[in-house]
């Protein structure tokens, strides 16, 4: 009971702390400065004693915490913006100067760069799908959808607390594309890892020496086996795609300037970012007159991530234990959805917006975002503590106002457009408080009502004014690099090759994480019929009609930086330009760039380093290509420093410049994937080298696995060649001469050429003859090239476009696919290496199975594992026993006539606009209907002919999935009588689908004929499965899926808890007889399945989609409605049209209601 006490105790609110410098002087501010880990430098320590000494009072702790954090280098980026003097010679430029230049040189096409949350770039001209925000209507509205950018950093909290550090690294990023201009809408997302050697337990690697770590942070295996489950966790959650990233090892001891050093990612790269679309007329952010209200929305404040800007901001191990895990905030993507939903209703009323200004509370929490959304707009404002809603009334009042808790917003609303911003809020559950209003005078006023008191009051300009800026003042260091020593056995470098992560499958990673969601999806990492994770690209759709869209992809080469911080540089924007060219896209310069600067600042040599890579692709490289860099992000305290047994140890971060790619894409359909065709008849493969033949291989996965790093680093030598390159892949792409493009990255040739005979589950034969006289070169140099499969007949016609581009000597034809499933690479006629197609395979897979088995259900991983075996495994076979391309509803639209469906939600459900844009397809006025509009009276399911459940997170599958909702339902007398009078109606149907599918289920004792309904519970993976699954259609009584019998479709599935449970152990059986069961799971070879992950839940008998006995209720697991066009398919026979088949499904249904 004492225990009990504890937990319900109400804590008294702590007072204000006033730091006596009037009286205790600059010693008073340095005590002050440790305690509260504020990481003030001795310039703005010296800053801060002037001003208040000039204002005649002394500071209290709120006021200097909150300028610690407006004013820390995560925030003010005071490297990037520092004077430099190198080897002597003082600079006349900045970083950030440098990367402006992209910019300034192509400016076209940007509209807004450097100055908000995100950049924005120009989109398409398209038919944008939304709900009106009055009406509740879904409609098409023609309009260009600009595209907002953002890539952003989590590393310090990463280390600390892996789980919820990326976690809310992708909750941050995802607000800031949201608070864009006046409000934005994110779409897809990325996410990647830098992390020193895993050591997975019993398969530890010849290359993976244990060089300690400091306890405080968490080992790199930790991090990958709980980080990406938290990064993914947030996207699925908030219902956004994660679409393409990275994962790299890396820990060695190199040469350095004074000796040899260990080099690698103790302090870890985590890296969230994405793309959004934005309204042309919210953009620009608007004026803030004095008067108007300062809102806050989204969750309550407590006391997690406290100091976080400043604590980023330190190398790590140089603050105190207990203030790292006070700066690890904690995610809930249901909150920050619940924004977003409030956000979206605001952007789609266009001009009457009633969002002035919208800031997302990040680093240094309200401390930072409110004074940054006022001054913004030139103004000052007057606040009340005490309405920040908050759940700890023990914290003081810094800690209320610099906290760091997640998915909270700051906006600015006129006072006339209060009420019906109070009402959207309310609509959507989404909590908000009126903070205070801007004011004339740029003064900071907070009040505290409580102790009747005034924490803040200060001018603007102190806390955000300009603090002295910082001198740089560093050297170049040079030091030996010995030349690689390689052995000459080229199968154990294969092999060794293809099981560092770098390489290998990254299967473990992309699983997780749903990639249909919004379903404009139209190229996740899923690669071909047999799955396989090679995609270059992530590419989108702009709407539901066209095929017009947007694409991203990344390019980073830390390694290099070791040899030549430069040409890593160089290296990452060229491996992004040549993902990128897989991708249908107009011109080079549609390309815009962020940059994400990772750095051990202050370490021998690395600063001057970072200059002359800034230099390299700011000032020199971009400009040249014709790209800008409107965005980015730095993180300069990449070190990790700890004592052992009194012995210094420290493990260093290279340079590391991670850059991501963002462009229009103007054909979907043309999107290139490293798939090998078989069916194309003859073919060739064609390597176009643009390292000229080079083959450098200095920090090289080959140098990586063999412990060294070498001397001659790869490089960007002749940026006219990688633009002549884009254009040329562009030209026969667009021509329909390439049937696979993939590019030269980690690995080399060797791991390009495997990874596209994966994907096309086929064998090679490949001559390195005219590739230089080191075949172990040719095979693992990492110059940036790729190679393309042409039909044989169109080989010349290939290589004259390619000599048009002044590519012709550095274009060769290397080899053929074979029918036998082996890798043959020859040498002057004599075999080098010749290994089985599965063999290679199961090699590049291990990594990701071992760390699959360590995390998930291990049964399930072995089973996955064991699948690849199988060499003659068909892949997706789909079988259609109906004509897609026939259209039974047409003379019905023809008329004019739309009736009305119910597209029901609740707080966290996220697949509502798919599902809208699918029955829209066929034929229906889709109306937007949340859960509050029934409970409140406001809408009434009598109107509507059908009711269709959308898939997400309600209630954030707190009670488990869909129970809570079912709950909200069953046990509010008002909403159970509703849903009880439309689900008896001889007229109605419905359709629940995920989270849908699990809340009907719970309501299966008020749905006639639904008593057979099983419950659907956790996957026997042990995890959220994101998968294209192969289904067969059942002949049952669904009106839904009339006529759609023994067809094998495959669909999109994404679930945590899809496993039917039946109450009987014979019941499963009974239902499939009685033709209760619609859906079931199968194989490639077309049985029934509970094989993992064909089945991707465990269902028992493959079970995965019901129907009422009359069949005018059906529930399923997958989704149909993120597949209703064959684009939206991660892969679709040639033959397939525009419709994909289950777009029949939604015709069915305009078709029962006549």
């Given at each position: ?30 005590c ?82 450097y ?70 809408k ?8 830098s ?44 219902g ?42 919210h ?47 904690r ?102 408080e ?5 004011t ?16 803040i ?16 003042d ?47 999806v ?17 590419v989108t ?12 992809a ?8 070791l ?53 390299a692709v ?54 290139l ?77 060797f ?48 290589l ?13 034809v ?72 026939e ?39 889709c ?191 997958p ?13 679709y ?12 499904m939604f015709?069915?249904?305009?078709q029962?209601?006549?």
């Open positions: 009971s004492e225990d009990a006490q504890v937990i319900f105790r109400q804590a008294e609110p702590a007072p204000l702390v006033s730091v006596d410098i009037l009286g205790g002087g600059r010693a008073a501010l340095e002050a400065n440790t305690e509260l880990g504020l990481a003030l430098s001795d310039d703005e320590i010296d800053y801060l004693l002037d001003s208040f000494t000039a204002l005649g009072r002394n500071p209290n702790d709120i006021e200097l915490m909150m300028f610690a954090q407006a004013n820390s280098e995560h925030c003010r980026h005071k490297i990037f913006n520092a004077n430099w003097v190198i080897d002597g010679k003082p600079q006349d430029t900045t970083l950030f100067n440098m990367i402006r230049a992209s910019h300034k040189a192509s400016p076209d096409g940007v509209l807004s760069a100055h908000d949350n995100s950049a924005v770039i120009a989109g398409n001209p398209v038919k944008r799908f939304l709900a009106d925000s009055r009406s509740g209507e879904y409609r098409a509205v023609a309009e260009r959808a600009h595209i907002q950018i953002k890539v952003e950093t989590h590393n310090h909290p990463t280390a600390i607390s892996p789980f919820p550090g990326a976690a809310t690294g992708s909750g941050g990023e995802i607000r800031d594309e949201g608070a864009t201009g006046r409000g934005a994110p779409k897809a997302g990325l996410c990647g890892f992390v020193s050697n895993l050591r997975i337990p019993g398969f530890a690697r010849p290359w993976e020496t244990d060089h300690g770590k400091p306890a405080r942070i968490v080992s790199a295996l930790d991090i990958m086996l709980e980080a990406p489950l938290g990064a993914a966790a947030f996207n699925n959650e908030f956004r795609p994660n679409l393409c990233g990275y994962f790299r090892t890396f820990e060695e001891r190199v040469p350095g300037p004074a000796g040899e050093e260990v080099r690698g990612y103790h302090k870890p790269i985590m890296i969230a970012g994405g793309y959004g679309n934005i309204r042309e007329e953009i620009e952010k608007l004026g803030i007159p004095a008067g108007a209200q300062i809102v806050v929305i989204g969750g309550p404040a407590m006391l997690i991530g406290l100091g976080g800007g400043a604590a980023s901001s330190m190398s790590s191990g140089a603050s105190c234990e207990n203030l790292d895990f006070a700066s690890v905030q995610g809930n993507p249901e909150m920050e959805r619940r924004c977003q939903e409030v956000i979206d209703r605001c952007w789609a009323m266009g001009g009457d917006n009633p969002i002035l200004s919208i800031h997302d509370v990040g680093a240094g929490g309200l401390s930072n975002a409110v004074p940054e959304l006022v001054n913004d707009a030139g103004r000052g404002g007057a606040f009340e503590l005490r309405a920040v809603p908050n759940d700890e009334p023990g914290m003081s009042p810094m800690q209320i106002w610099c906290n760091e808790s997640q998915e909270r917003y700051v906006l600015a609303v006129s006072a006339q457009r209060m009420e019906e911003f109070q009402a959207l809020c309310e609509r959507e559950r989404c909590p908000f009126v903070l205070g209003e801007a004339e005078e740029p003064q900071l006023v907070l009040g505290d009502g409580y102790f009747d008191n005034t924490p009051d200060l001018p603007m300009s102190l806390l955000l004014g300009k603090p002295p800026k910082m001198l740089r560093v050297h170049h260091r040079t030091f030996s690099k010995p030349e690689l020593e390689l052995p000459s056995d080229i199968t154990d470098m294969a092999y060794r090759v293809l099981r560092l992560p770098a390489v290998a499958s990254k299967q473990f990673l992309i699983t997780i994480g749903d990639r249909s969601i919004t379903g404009q139209t190229r996740d990492q899923m690669v071909g019929p047999w799955q396989v994770p090679v995609a270059d690209v992530a759709c702009a709407d539901y009609q066209g095929h017009r869209g947007e694409a991203m990344m390019g980073e080469r830390p390694p290099l930086a040899v030549e911080p430069a040409a890593s540089g160089r290296m990452a924007v060229g491996e992004a330009i040549t993902n990128m060219a897989a991708a249908r896209i107009d011109a080079l310069s549609d390309i815009r760039l962020s940059a994400n600067w990772m750095a051990p600042a202050g370490h021998p040599g690395e600063d001057a380093g970072l200059f002359d890579t800034v230099r700011g000032a020199e490289l971009c400009p040249r290509l014709g790209i800008a860099i409107p965005v980015g992000k730095d993180s300069l305290s990449m070190k990790t420093v700890w004592q052992k047994d009194g012995e210094d140890r420290s493990v260093t971060g290279p340079l590391s410049l991670i850059i991501t790619g963002f462009a229009p894409v103007s054909d979907v359909r043309l999107t994937t490293p798939q090998l065709r078989t069916d194309c008849g003859d073919t060739d493969l064609l390597l176009i080298d643009l390292g000229k033949g080079h083959n450098r291989l200095a920090g090289s996965a080959l140098a990586q696995v063999y412990k060294q790093v070498g001397h001659h680093a790869p490089d960007l030598d002749d940026p006219d060649a990688l633009k002549s390159f884009f254009a040329a892949i562009q030209d026969l792409n667009q021509a329909g001469l390439l049937l696979a493009y993939h590019d030269r990255s980690d690995g080399g040739l791991a390009t050429l495997c990874e596209m005979s994966f994907a096309g589950h086929c064998g090679l034969s490949v001559q390195l003859d005219d590739l230089g006289d080191d075949p172990r070169a040719s095979l693992f140099n990492e110059e940036l090239g790729a190679v393309v499969q042409v039909r044989h007949c169109d080989t010349d016609t290939v004259e476009t390619l000599r048009e581009a002044g590519l012709g000597r550095h274009s060769h290397i080899g053929t696919l074979r029918d036998d499933d082996r890798l043959c690479f020859t040498y002057a006629r004599q075999p080098l290496c010749d290994e089985m197609r599965v063999d290679l395979q199961r090699a590049w897979a291990e990594t990701s199975y071992l760390m699959q088995s360590l995390r998930d259900n291990s049964a399930c991983a072995e089973q996955e594992f064991a699948a690849l075996l199988d060499s003659s495994d068909p892949g997706l076979q789909p079988v259609l026993s109906f004509d897609a391309d259209n039974p509803v047409a003379p019905m639209i023809a008329t004019g006539a739309r009736p009305k469906v119910a597209i029901l939600r609740e707080q966290g459900v996220n697949g509502q606009l798919e599902m809208a844009a699918a029955f829209d397809a066929a034929g229906f006025a109306q937007d209907v949340h859960m509050s509009d029934i409970i409140a009276g406001r809408i009434d399911l009598a109107g509507f002919s059908g009711l269709v459940a959308c898939g997400g997170f309600s209630y954030g599958d707190v009670l488990g999935a869909g129970q809570g909702w079912a709950k909200s339902i069953l046990f509010n007398p008002g909403a159970r009588d509703t849903f009880s009078a439309f689900f008896a109606r001889a007229d109605s149907w419905g359709l629940g689908v995920c989270n849908g599918c699990q809340m009907m289920s719970g309501l299966k004792d008020i749905i006639p004929g639904a008593a057979h309904w099983p419950r659907f519970v956790r996957n026997t993976s042990e995890q959220f499965e994101a998968r294209f699954s192969l289904v067969e259609v059942l002949p049952s009584a669904s009106l839904l899926l009339d006529g759609m019998a023994g067809s094998q479709l495959p669909i999109a599935v994404a679930h945590g808890e899809g496993r039917a449970e039946f109450d009987e152990p014979d019941a499963a059986q009974q239902l499939l007889d009685s033709r209760r069961v619609a859906l079931r799971y199968v194989d490639h070879y077309g049985a029934a399945t509970e094989q993992y992950p064909l089945n991707p839940n465990g269902s028992p008998l493959g079970i995965t989609g019901l129907c009422s006995d009359d069949g005018r209720f059906t529930i399923m697991m989704h149909p409605e993120r597949v209703f066009r064959s684009v939206q398919h991660s892969w026979p040639d033959s397939w049209g525009e419709d994909g088949p289950w777009l029949r015709r069915n249904a305009r029962r209601v006549g």
